[in-house]
């Protein structure tokens, strides 16, 4: 298991970037796409993201906690004028140490390559049972900038 994100962008690099740049050795680092490198909320989570293709991949990590994978996919066309490329990913989040805490959060918005920010707005689902799903489920909004 990876357990930083330095190992995870190392790992992303060393696999499909190898394999990426086997296919046609002109291709440099920047086959990740716009929005690869690392990211912070304003809440202090950090978001290392790659894409390749449509495909976004990469981890998140609440502030405090340990890195999980989070896989999703983006908009990989050139933007159109200052509009923003739309994006999607989730984060499944066990528990060890509870398993009544597990859940999975799942994020949509915006890459806005010229502010350097991601805007979305989340769904955090929680496990339950059937008779408590209408509070399973908490929406919230996120701001991510580009920190490196």
Do not use: C
């Not at 293709?53 to 609440?62: D, K, P, Y």
């Not at 509070?135 to 909004?141: D, R, W």
Request: proline fraction near 5%; glycine fraction near 8%.
């Amino acid at each position: 298991m990876i357990e930083n994100l330095d190992k995870i962008e190392q790992y992303i690099d060393n696999t499909i970037g190898t394999a990426i740049r086997s296919y046609n050795p002109m291709i440099k680092s920047d086959i990740f796409g716009p929005i690869y490198g690392h990211w912070e909320s304003e809440a202090g989570s950090k978001l290392f993201l790659a894409s390749q293709g449509s495909i976004l991949h990469g981890s998140f990590t609440r502030e405090g906690g340990r890195p999980r994978r989070l896989l999703g996919t983006i908009d990989n066309h050139q933007p159109i004028k200052d509009k923003g490329l739309a994006l999607s990913f989730s984060v499944y989040w066990p528990s060890n140490n509870d398993p009544e805490y597990r859940s999975v959060t799942s994020y949509t918005g915006q890459f806005h390559p010229t502010e350097n920010k991601i805007t979305t707005i989340f769904l955090l689902a929680n496990e339950t049972i059937p008779s408590k799903d209408y509070a399973s489920v908490f929406v919230g909004n996120d701001v991510f900038t580009r920190i490196k």
